[in-house]
Structures are given as structure tokens and as C-alpha cells.
């Protein structure tokens, strides 16, 4: 970060703070620990892990969700309004200014949520920062109880904010950690039968936060989210509703960490102040998944690879439809996504599935997905292809 990010306005970190299992982890190594030992030892690894960002790039905002592992009782476990979050918002709002500090805390604090003006010279533009978690499809809460009534306050709130920012003439980012839509890959996989009426494999319990967002494409200029660990695109336009203004850019942002066995990598963005738009990326990646011995270099640039001016709703709109289109995978601009999908290039993740993996690059829901996937899948069986490819 400090020689390939060396200037930025601020940093985002869109969610999993702490690792996978990170339980069984601290079971291991402290056999003995006394109840609230975990909780602690969460609260200090957000926090050293969020102030080494801040180490790296000092005086420079970095701005944080929690993902489905930041929590201080298990994987996809959180409650509202708990003591957890309130500790946990002293580390992840100190960046927001005084002047929204004591709200942004207070948002925090009931469900890991906040909002902040994001500083110069960015004019008149927003984060808003969620927590999804309790709109995941596996979320409980750390007694283990389903309970969907955090997932429907934290959309009441997200429309209250977006509301306000429209209202006051603001453009505004959206990150959170669980993208919306269909796991299309995971989907592949298991064969789970889609166009027998089996569901593909949703990332969210519900249809609510695409929903929620589609209406404010005057007021969003980007959608950010982690949870894949690849680096992935969307466009939101849940299906059943009327096409908004402008459709909703979204970028999924690969993974610093190395655990489904891709190398850590930064994305480092070009952003117009004026409007918010993001116009270019670049992903830093390292040469090795250990961070032994490793340089980081460029894997790709955005607009080079793909030959836009911007990573905006027309240009995503153009992109996929050319790779939609091209349900063989030969073009370059489908050759680039699939080697860059997965950074260090393990590019057979993504081949085998790649007219499957398009349908899920614009299809939200459940329907509109198994409407396009079964399509495909029927068009492929005609032709004598391979059923998957």
C-alpha cells in the first residue's frame, strides 16, 4: 500500500476483518480462556488489523464493514445493539469527522451500520457502510435463533440514508460485504437441478437489499462488496421491477487473503470527485500466497484491459452483454475476465461454468437467474454442446 497506493483520498475495506473459523482458532492456541476472553481477543484483532491499514497509509481514512466472520460469538453470529459492536465502533468510525462522529457511532453501535461525507477533494459524496450479515441466508444470532427483524431495520435505515443523501443533492457509495444475487459458481457445482425447480445458491436470505437499492440509481455511483475473495463484476437491475434511471455499477473486490488459494492482492482506484464515479482500477497483486519474499506488481488495469472510459452502469451494460454473448468464451474481453476473476490466473475456476457465471453478472433473483441459466443450458443441449459450457 505504501508504494503502489501512496496518495489516496481514503481506503475501503469491504468486510472480514478476522479469519475464517476464527473460533476453533482461538479454542486451539487458548484451551483455558474464561468467558469475554473471545470477545476481547476479537475487538484487539479488528483493531490491529484496521490501524495497520492506517500504519501504512498515515492521515488517510480507512473506512471498514464487517463481514460474516467479525463477530464475537461464530461465523455469520451477530446480535443488535450489543456491547460487541459498541466497542467495535470506536475502532471502525475514528476516521468519520466530528462532526458526524457521534451519529455515525450510534448507527454503529445498533447494527454495525454507518454513514460519512467522504473528504476532499470528493464533492458532495457519501459511504454508506452496512452490515449484511443479518440479511445472509446462514445468519443467526449468537444464540443461534433465526431472527429477520435486524435484516428489515438495517433496509428501513439504508433507505432513510439513501433518502437523505437524494434529498441533499449527494452521490453516494454503498459497501457492505455480502454481494446480492445468485452464487452462480457455487450453483454450478453442485448440479443443484435449477431447471428442475431446485434453487440456485443465494448469498442473501431475501431479495430486500437489491431491491432496496435499485430505485436510487440517481444517487448511487458504485456498489462495493468482498465475501468471494475474486474480483468480479455486477450490474444491478433486480428482476421485476421497472428499469431505474440508471442502473447500479457494482465491484466485487478480491481478497488480501489467500485462503481459496488466490494471491493477495490491493485494488487501488481512480475516482472522479465530482461525480463519484469510479473511471479506473488497478489490481496490485503479490507474487506468492505466503507474503514471504513477495513483490506486488500490476495484474490488470480496468480500463486498459477492457477499453472503457469509466466503470459505469452504460459501460458494465456494453461489457456484459459482450460476454453473455459470447457463451464460448473466446473473445479477449472474456479470455481477460476469466484470467483476471481469479488473481494469480487460476482460470479453470471460472471456464467450465462461464455462460452460467454471465447469467449471475446481471440476474439478481432467484427467477430471473434459473430464466436465463435454464435458457443457456436448453440453447447448449440443442446445439450438441457440452451441457455445462
Request: charged letters at 20%; aromatic letters at 8%; proline letters at 6%.
Amino acid at each position: 500500500m505504501k508504494t503502489n497506493a501512496a496518495g489516496s483520498k481514503f481506503v475501503t475495506v469491504s468486510g472480514d476483518l478476522i479469519s475464517h473459523a476464527f473460533t476453533c482458532k482461538f479454542a486451539k492456541v487458548f484451551p483455558n480462556a474464561k468467558p469475554g476472553d473471545y470477545r476481547a481477543f476479537v475487538e484487539k484483532t479488528i483493531e490491529f488489523v484496521v490501524n495497520s491499514l492506517r500504519h501504512a497509509l498515515p492521515g488517510i481514512p480507512v473506512y471498514a464493514s464487517m463481514g460474516n466472520n467479525d463477530s464475537d460469538c461464530g461465523d455469520y453470529e451477530l446480535d443488535a445493539n450489543s456491547g460487541f459492536l459498541n466497542d467495535t465502533s470506536k475502532v471502525l468510525t475514528a476516521d468519520v469527522p466530528a462532526a458526524e462522529s457521534k451519529q455515525a457511532r450510534k448507527d454503529f453501535a445498533i447494527g454495525g451500520n454507518f454513514s460519512v461525507t467522504l473528504p476532499a477533494p470528493f464533492a458532495h459524496t457519501r459511504l454508506i457502510v452496512l452490515d449484511d450479515v443479518f440479511m445472509a441466508t446462514k445468519y443467526h444470532t449468537c444464540q443461534g435463533k433465526d431472527d429477520p427483524s435486524e435484516a428489515r431495520r438495517q433496509i428501513a435505515w439504508l433507505r432513510t440514508e439513501l433518502d437523505r443523501a437524494r434529498q441533499a443533492k449527494q452521490k453516494v457509495w454503498v459497501m457492505t460485504h455480502i454481494p446480492p444475487g445468485v452464487d452462480a459458481l457455487s450453483t454450478a457445482k453442485k448440479e443443484m437441478g435449477i431447471c428442475a425447480g431446485k434453487d440456485p445458491t443465494m448469498f442473501l436470505s431475501s431479495d430486500d437489499l437489491p431491491n432496496a437499492l435499485a430505485p436510487y440509481g440517481d444517487v448511487i455511483s458504485l456498489a462495493v462488496f468482498g465475501h468471494t475473495h475474486m474480483d468480479e463484476i455486477r450490474l444491478l437491475i433486480p428482476a421485476g421491477m421497472p428499469a431505474p434511471d440508471q442502473a447500479l455499477p457494482v465491484k466485487l473486490v478480491s481478497s488480501i487473503s489467500p485462503i481459496d488459494g488466490n494471491n493477495p492482492s490491493i485494488t487501488v482506484a481512480q475516482v472522479d470527485p465530482r461525480t463519484g464515479i469510479l473511471v479506473d482500477y488497478r489490481v496490485i497483486a503479490a507474487s506468492n500466497r505466503t507474503g514471504i519474499g513477495a513483490t506486488w506488481a500490476q495484474e490488470y488495469d480496468y480500463a486498459q484491459t477492457y477499453n472503457e472510459p469509466a466503470f459505469s452502469d452504460t459501460a458494465l451494460a456494453t461489457l456484459i452483454g459482450e460476454f453473455r454473448a459470447d457463451t464460448g468464451a473466446r473473445s479477449p474481453a472474456s479470455q481477460a475476465y476469466i484470467r483476471n476473476y481469479f488473481v494469480g490466473d487460476r482460470s479453470s475456476e471460472l471456464v467450465p461454468f462461464w455462460p452460467l457465471a454471465t447469467c449471475g453478472l446481471i440476474n439478481m433473483s432467484a427467477e430471473s437467474f434459473r430464466a436465463c441459466a435454464c435458457g443457456r443450458l436448453n440453447a447448449a443441449v440443442q446445439r450438441g454442446d457440452n451441457p455445462v459450457r
